[in-house]
């Protein structure tokens, strides 16, 4: 375990595989955000740096048996969605495969687990069929702007018809849910989030809006340059009529109606509305740290385990999918209650966005 000495390592419970993965604080855990690498093809402001990044070294990333091997023994424990990240996870090479091989994962019921992505949608023209045949569930697409000129200022590419060429691709496609991402920015995207809501809707999609968070690789993060939940809300409420949705469980984004349904639109508002009481995800980053908050700044290193570091032989299996299964429980018994970014002792995680996984 990063920065937390042995102790992440020792059994918090007397549990076994198959017992649901449940923290002290009473949250039953449901989802695991899978990171399949660092790399993107852009370079986000608020993400990471146009250049100088320093990435993650080729043979720490996680293989796709590894991958498997996790999922498999995190979707006994209770996990039902496996959310695929980065980075851009459409640049692993193998992603086709990671989709097939983890949608063929059962919870004890028998129950399949979905698999979800969250992309740029670059790729998605060429990959999209292929990644539904291998039993790809539902789509996130991030786009923060309609304009070229503040597309190419904020990714520092040129590449918006790509994004939208990958967005009609999964319009037509017909995936289900179908979600657009933008994260707010102050004086930068602030006056088209009206016309972000209409293009999602023109695309059958449901556009969900995000307080920037203090992730970014440059720690640059400035709390005035956020745009608010009610400063969101507010702006949508001057063209449609909104009525908040009930029963929203876990899931990270508030939804409001729009005009009666049944078009809707999402916040998440981790900063000014924190929803940390109902959180049911972990995150498993591409070089194999557990992490069980996007703001944690202790990780639970599973790649001495999958790789049976500093032993003459490989263990059993047995053995590894038990030491896999504890090292899931003590990440969740690590669980605090919430990410305290409201409090002044609020410390930023050290890696970026792109090296957690969203």
């Known amino acids: 375990m990063s920065g937390a000495g042995s102790a992440g390592r020792t059994h918090p419970a007397p549990a076994t595989i198959g017992d649901p993965l449940i923290d002290t604080h009473g949250r039953v855990h449901r989802d695991l955000r899978i990171s399949l690498t660092d790399r993107c093809s852009l370079r986000c402001t608020y993400c990471m740096p146009e250049q100088g990044n320093e990435w993650l070294a080729k043979t720490s990333i996680l293989t796709l048996d590894e991958i498997e091997r996790v999922a498999r023994i995190a979707a006994a424990d209770g996990i039902t969605t496996f959310r695929l990240t980065g980075g851009e996870p459409l640049l692993r090479t193998d992603i086709v495969e990671v989709v097939r091989r983890l949608a063929r994962i059962s919870g004890p019921d028998g129950t ?20 539904i045949d291998a039993g790809l569930h539902r789509l996130n697409i991030s786009l923060d702007t309609l304009r070229r000129d503040r597309f190419h200022a904020l ?13 009609t691709a999964a319009a037509e496609s017909g995936l289900r849910p179908l979600k657009l991402n933008a994260v707010a920015m102050r004086d930068v995207n602030d006056d088209e989030l009206v016309d972000l809501v209409a293009f999602a809707i023109d695309h059958g999609a449901q556009m969900r809006f995000i307080e920037q968070m203090p992730l970014d690789a ?67 980053t591409a070089d194999g740290q557990l992490r069980n908050c996007l703001f944690s700044t202790t990780e639970y290193d599973l790649l001495p385990i999958l790789r049976g570091a500093g032993q003459p032989h490989s263990p059993g299996a047995e053995v590894l999918d038990a030491s896999i299964d504890g090292m899931l429980r003590s990440c969740v018994h690590g669980k605090l209650p919430g990410h305290a970014i409201n409090d002044p002792s609020f410390l930023q995680p050290a890696r970026g966005m792109n090296a957690i996984g969203g």
């Open 112 to 131: 399949p687990v979905e698999v979800a992505m969250t992309t740029n949608g670059i790729r998605l023209p060429e990959l999209l069929p292929a990644l």
């Open 218 to 284: 440059g720690h640059t993060w400035d709390r005035s340059r956020m745009v608010t939940q009610d400063e969101i809300l507010a702006a949508l409420s001057a063209r449609w009529d909104l009525a908040p949705l009930p029963g929203r469980g876990g899931a990270p984004a508030a939804r409001w109606t729009i005009d009666g349904g049944p078009d809707t639109v999402g916040v998440i508002a981790s900063v000014t509305a924190p929803f940390c009481g109902d959180c049911d995800r972990l995150r498993l």
């Open 155 to 167: 990714t520092r590419r040129d590449r918006l018809d790509d994004v939208l060429a990958g967005i």
